[in-house]
């Protein structure tokens, strides 16, 4: 008895554009033809097939059943190389699933790194482009320790005239807002002293921490909040020398 290509598909639960891949990548023989050029497939090919499939169910590729069929090649090993390739797979998902879960629960947000936590409904996309940048730069638990930075800033009665300060804001708008700034910077410095020392906590080192920081500041802010951001660090310095 010989079945025809869409019969085989049915039998084996799979389809005829699969057998067709399949015998396109050398992973299932051609039958022979009847004289009216129709395949007849044999029980051995039913037989192959049945057994692509079920190794195709467990998510093996085709190239590592391609060398099971090898007379070299060990099948339990490649059964025990899949079975590592899904541990760490499951391990990934059941990731993906508690961040998940974190977003659904409003605990996290979806464009923010893993792990980092609720960012505050407030935050403005400045803000939340520069965590971003951070998090290529310090670890989870700097990172968190600036995200809380930027949450705090929010609540000076100054955040929103910084958010709307014009380029070319005149120098005792700058002062006044530095000024206004400058004592809760130095209180959330005092909270997290590594701050005062970032690069030594920067995960590629503090040149290339300083070069991303300068760069995203420069985009993110224009002449004017940059300047402002200027006057502060003057101020904690005095402070400091003081």
């Keep these: 008895m010989a079945w025809s290509t869409k019969e085989l598909a049915e039998l084996a639960g799979t389809t005829v554009k699969a057998i067709r891949h399949y015998h396109e990548i050398g992973l299932l023989d051609e039958p022979s033809r009847a004289s009216n050029g129709y395949k007849q497939y044999e029980v051995r090919h039913l037989v192959s097939l049945l057994r692509i499939t079920r190794l195709t169910d467990l998510d093996m590729p085709l190239a590592q059943i391609a060398a099971m069929r090898r007379s070299d090649v060990d099948p339990d090993a490649a059964l025990r190389e899949l079975d590592e390739e899904l541990t760490v797979t499951i391990a990934r998902l059941s990731r993906v699933r508690a961040e998940l879960s974190l977003l659904l629960g409003q605990q996290s947000s979806a464009d923010m790194p893993a792990g980092l936590g609720p960012l505050g409904a407030d935050l403005s996309e400045t ?92 985009d993110l802010y224009n002449p004017a909040q940059l300047d402002v951001y200027d006057r502060i660090r003057r101020l904690l310095q005095n402070d400091r020398a003081s």
């Design 127 to 218: 803000d939340r482009s520069v965590l971003l940048v951070y998090s290529r730069v310090f670890g989870l638990a700097e990172l968190r320790d600036l995200r809380q930075n930027l949450v705090d800033m929010r609540k000076n009665p100054a955040a929103g005239e910084f958010d709307s300060l014009p380029p070319d804001a005149d120098e005792a708008t700058r002062q006044t807002l530095a000024e206004q700034y400058a004592p809760q910077l130095s209180a959330l410095i005092s909270r997290y002293p590594w701050m005062r020392d970032r690069g030594s906590r920067a995960l590629r080192g503090e040149a290339f921490a300083e070069r991303t920081i300068s760069q995203a500041m420069g």
